[in-house]
């Protein structure tokens, strides 16, 4: 009870005492259709950085249809900013279609590494042992050292590149996701493309 005989319930509260509930964050991978030209890339990423949404991965090419290429963003937020980002994205002008491929049941999400690790004797032994469980395939190999190429989703890569820090890791060159969707359908609407 206070001086004045309230009580702090009876108090008004303050902004600086509420108590924020936390929104958890996911982390989803977007493909993002795009008209093949110039400026595409740098409006795409623009709106990421003039916004504050950080990028995990970005990946872009050509499709199979050379007026098209195909952006694939990784990033994490909530329900709510993902949301926002998704009807962002579909706003800019050269954007074709916008998919959320985590979300997608027929999402399919794998990115590639190259993994350099230096070992001799008996840790050699265990990278080429460690390789074979993970299916990592040796593409280079010396008498110090080995440069595995892996394939999967993020979370084996990262568990193999953290297996391979004891027995030697030098260094890891990774592509960023890429995304499809299983079936025969295509994976993101291809609006007026030539030819479909």
């Known amino acids: 009870m206070s001086a004045d005989g309230t009580t702090p319930a009876d108090q008004p509260a303050s902004a600086y005492f509420l108590e924020h509930e936390e929104t958890p964050e996911h982390r989803v991978t977007f493909a993002v259709l795009v008209d093949n030209e110039p400026g595409v890339l740098a409006r ?88 074979d469980i993970f299916r990592a395939k040796a593409i280079d190999t010396t008498h110090e050292s080995f440069i595995f190429e892996i394939t999967g989703s993020s979370d084996k890569l990262n568990a193999f590149i953290e297996l391979m820090r004891p027995l030697g890791l030098v260094e890891a060159s990774r592509t960023g996701a890429l995304s499809i969707n299983r079936g025969s359908a295509l994976s993101v609407h291809m609006p007026e493309v030539s030819g479909m």
């Open 44 to 131: 795409v990423t623009g709106l990421f950085s003039a916004r504050g949404y950080n990028i995990d991965s970005l990946t872009v090419a050509a499709t199979d249809h050379p007026e098209v290429s195909r952006i694939t963003v990784v990033t994490k937020g909530t329900d709510a900013v993902l949301e926002q980002i998704r009807a962002q994205l579909e706003k800019l002008v050269s954007v074709r279609d916008v998919e959320d491929v985590t979300r997608d049941p027929r999402g399919l999400v794998r990115e590639m590494a190259l993994v350099k690790v230096r070992g001799q004797g008996p840790e050699r032994v265990e990278a080429l042992r460690v390789a």
